[in-house]
């Protein structure tokens, strides 16, 4: 069976997948790793990365070059996504890249990241005839994608990451009263523009996707440990997920910390994630009539660039 290495470069972090398709084009992992080099640390203010940044994205990636070689992969995909975008030194970081793995790393859209969110987190959770808006909210920005088992109908990239507004507003644990209100500033006005794209009007379900949306999870979910199979395909009521965004706000970063879940790498910037998440889901059960469970995916654009190889059975 052919086995393909998925690579996915945010803002916060980067990822590995390494995983081949059974005759059902079911995935089983064999490597599922992650590194948090706040690749888009200052991104936002500067327009560029910053040296000490890229070297610990090259760092992480060297490692993971190792584990591809270990795995005998020979397709692999690299996906860069916000933080990549509009940097000014973006060549730096592509030919860093090139040299440690021998790939070309894609700079892809905000669409195209939308497109293979879907993929990746209805591969987990089920198609549907009926359409899912599926939502990933990273560390740069946030994507929305609505789609049925026939395919994506529309998709938007949105400027409203847990990174980009930590740093945008200097956003301390515990989240103060006055930079939750910038916050959601920015996210209501960044959503405004969602209802003028996309079409709600079929939609029954939503799934949520990504580290932020995993971890409020793990609050929800009482975790002491930070357990993927546990979080992966739960129904939550949104009311109690917004409890659990609140109470990951209202914490120190050693309360988040002492949770036992809480990724070191995510404890400065998951109040603020928390905050997008929840205000999303209001915004969300306003668009979506009837709506008042939101479905947690495990799998995500990872899953989806590895799905993408196996489906072309080529290295891009």
Known sequence: MTVVGAIDCGTNSIRLLITRADEQGKLHDLEREMRVVRLGEGVDATGAFSEAALERTFAA?????????????????????????????????????????????EVITGVEEANLSFAGAVSAVGQSEKSTVVMDLGGGSTEFVVGNNEGVSGALSLNIGCVRLTERHKVQAPVTAQQRELVEADVRASLETLTRELDFSSVTRIVGVAGT??????????????????????????DVVQKAANELAAMNREERLATGFMHPGRADVIGTGAIIWSQALSYLQEQIPGISNVIISEHDILDGIALSLLESGTAR
Do not use: K, M
């Open 213 to 238: 949306v995993t971890t409020v999870t793990a609050q929800v979910l009482g975790l002491t440990t930070y357990d993927p199979d546990a979080i992966n395909g739960s129904e939550l009521s949104i």
């Open 61 to 105: 990636t060297r490692e993971y070059a190792e584990l591809l070689r270990l795995q005998g992969v020979e397709n692999v995909r690299f996906a860069a996504t916000s933080a990549s975008r509009d940097v000014s030194n973006r060549d730096a970081f592509v030919s860093g890249i090139q040299e440690i793995l021998g790939v070309t790393p």
